[in-house]
């Protein structure tokens, strides 16, 4: 019989006190080869920056990435760097896409490079119903710890239940949820399926709703359970928005965990919320259908010499009209939310 994998003390004791994680891009040449000096450097740039693990092969690393052939390689020089890099335990998290075969297939990868965690996507069972999508959750979770994700649709996600959440928080292997259905309606759907499954203290929920970050972060979410009120926090972020400006994002974060513990949000934090969507308005560009959502971080990175270029492995995928006027307007109104001078005194060495 397989023995079910679970995730080291360490790095499960850091993904249950709550860590940024940031979704790690791709970094391409001209001509979309991948670019191993910035890819690298990005990923020291995370860890510099404080995050506590990475999310690498998932969305904003593009999904393209698996016909593109390079699935395994960036996975393999994420860990390979992180490993050299710092000695601080660290929650890897590898992206698991496809039916059933692909997924058990990339899991196998993610595990024989070192990854903890497999941040499962479900968008190709656009079309099935639950009880196929849970068989397919379970046998996932019996080759890697599981991260639940909930896709928004805008970005090729599915609409989930709060009975479909229920069921996979009973699935003992799964260790977070990363929520991103960009919906309040439907994040509650998740946090009510949790508490119902009993698996609030086994289950690190974590935001990835870009557009409600510190909303998230600071909100306890007290549901009942058999009359009793039940106290929920989300306990960090695995955002495509964290990619960027990463230092001031382990900021937020550890401000946010202090007025948790403290039991009161103060008004500059509270602030804070609408700024931050905001700047993830203009990164996401959100005006166009979040066209440019991947493109607008990278403009931020190659602004800040971490991309030598904001090009995707779609070569039609860029910047949409305005969109870069509008990333120039939020750097302006909002530079507290930036880390571009922690950036610049570092960049050489990351570079190297």
Known sequence: MMTVPTIPDAAAAALARGVVIPAHPLALTEDRDLDVVHQRALTRYYLDAGSGGLAVGVHTTQFAIREAGLYAPVLRLAAETAAAWTERPLVMIAGLVGRTEQALAEAEIARELGYHAGLLSLAAFAGAGEDEIVAHCRAVAARIPLVGFYLQPAVGGRLLSFDFWRRFAEIENVAAIKVAPF??????????????????????????????????????????????????????????????????????????????????????????????????????????????????????????????????????????????????????????????????????????
């Open 183 to 352: 919906d309040r309606y439907r994040t509650l759907d998740v946090v009510r399926g949790v508490v119902a499954a009993g698996a609030e203290r086994r289950i690190a929920l974590y935001t990835g709703n870009d557009d409600h970050i510190v909303g998230d972060l600071v909100t306890p979410w007290a549901l009942m359970r058999d009359g009793e009120a039940v106290e929920v926090r989300f306990r960090g972020g695995l955002l495509g928005h964290w990619s960027v400006w990463v230092r001031c994002a382990v900021d937020l974060l550890a401000r946010a965990q202090a007025a948790a513990a403290a039991g009161r949000v103060e008004a500059d934090l509270l602030r804070l919320d609408a700024r931050v969507t905001d700047c993830n308005a203009a990164l996401f560009d959100v005006a166009n259908g979040f066209a440019g959502c991947i493109a607008g971080c990278h403009e931020v990175l190659r602004r800040q010499g971490l991309l030598r270029g904001i090009w995707c492995l779609d070569p039609d995928e860029g910047l949409s009209p305005g969109q870069a006027a509008e990333i120039d307007r939020v750097c302006r109104d909002y530079p507290e939310l930036g880390d571009d001078d922690f950036v610049a005194a570092n960049l050489e060495r990351w570079l190297a």
